[in-house]
Each structure stands twice: as C-alpha cells, then as structure tokens.
C-alpha cells in the first residue's frame, strides 16, 4: 500500500477572481498566458560560453536568466535569457526573454 503526503495549500481569490497562493515571496507571470509561478528565492544565472551554469547573481540584467526557488538540483521555473528590461521598481520588474515578457513582483509577508 501507498501513502499519499497531501499539503494543505492556502489560496485566496483576488479582486480579478484568480486563485494566488498566499506566503510566497515572489510571484513570476508570463504575460502570454497568464502563467503564474510562485516562490520564496529568485535569483539571476549568468552562464558560460558553452551553455553551462556560470555564476548566480542578485540582480537582474540583460543576458541573465531568472530562476525561481534555485535549488541544489531543482528549481519552480527557469526563464531563457533576459533581452530587455522594461521596467524595474524595488518590488517589481518587467522584463523580456528571447521567447516570452514577464512580470516578477516581490512582497515582504
């Protein structure tokens, strides 16, 4: 017999009637579909010439990739390179990958 973990997952409903997991740090929305990842680290891969994983960076800048909840061997989400900032606050960036334009926000809890 198999036992099944099952997490409890706090959600809330927006003013937008969208479900949001509630004790995240950051929140990652691809702008073409509206595809949200949630996470409590973010950080910003520079990588090799050959492809391979460089350095992890603070900040973001162009040609960097953003990783959401960087792990030893996981990770929520990996973004291709950055191509262009759009906007950037101390909470907030909007930024442009080869393939996609996202949204990142971070709150304090």
């Known amino acids: 017999m198999s036992k099944i ?11 937008d009637n969208v479900l949001e997991v509630l004790g995240y ?5 691809r702008e073409r579909d509206n595809l949200l990842n949630f996470g409590d680290k973010v950080g910003w891969i520079e990588w090799k010439a050959d492809g391979t994983f460089g350095k992890l960076h603070d900040k973001p800048a162009v040609g960097l990739s953003c990783i959401l909840d960087p792990h030893r061997f996981s990770f929520t989400w990996l973004t ?3 191509t262009e900032i759009i906007k950037e606050q101390d909470d907030y960036i909007k ?3 080869s393939n996609s334009t996202y949204e990142l926000w971070h709150k304090d809890n």
């Open 5 to 15: 973990k099952q997490d409890k997952i706090p959600l809330t409903l927006t003013e």
């Open 25 to 29: 740090k950051y929140k990652l929305v």
């Open 80 to 82: 291709t390179s950055i």
């Open 95 to 97: 930024f442009k990958t």
